[in-house]
């Protein structure tokens, strides 16, 4: 909802919290005002417009201070008269905020506390939500590094086991001596071959061919 109000000649289009510089108002910082001149309201879709103002409807602001705007200079001449005229001028302020605004009975500040509160609501809701997903991930993160550590556990046990097996079944090959199949004689162990040289035997020597004559034949 808001109002288009109208104060010190000027008009102004207001909400609730909407903070805003007037015309120099009679009033003290800290006060409550009534803004009665409502020429407008609007509530959604729903628009009524005053003649010149809006029955029933009420806008309540509250001072915040008493300001200065700044400074606007006003210079002025003649011509060929030698006159010049040079004014500054600083507007008195004083800041509203608007706090609620009523018409037949409806009230904007009431509309913007429950949508506030129905805001934090949804709000404590998501993070609830958030935190308990983030529970059960880590529950689950939990599980799993357990469950990847138990086996982890598992196998280097079991690698642990079968190292001295593996070493029992290697000492066994090396010190069992080679088999000869059943019923196959045995091999004959090599006989040193003769030596060879001016002092070898003579025996050992193949005999001299005897060269065939012609009365052999």
Known sequence: MYAVIETGGKQYRVEVGTQFEVE????????????????LVADGAEATVGTPVVGDAAVEAYVVGQERGEKVIAFKYRP???????????QELTVLRIADIR??????????????????????????????QAAEDAALAAKLAAKAEAKAEAKSAKAAEAKPKAAKATDATTEAPAETPAGEPAAP????????????????????KRARTKKDE
């Open 80 to 90: 060929k008269a030698r006159r010049r005229v040079k004014k500054g001028h600083r």
């Open 103 to 132: 018409y037949n009975g409806k009230s904007a500040a009431e509309g913007v506390a429950k949508a506030d509160s129905d805001k934090a609501a949804a709000k404590a809701k998501l993070e609830e939500a958030a935190a308990r």
């Open 189 to 208: 162990a090599q006989t040193a071959a003769p030596a060879e040289g001016p002092g070898a035997d003579e025996t050992t020597k193949p005999a001299p």
């Open 24 to 39: 120099l108002l009679d009033v003290e910082p800290g006060q409550s005002i009534m803004l009665d001149r409502v020429l």
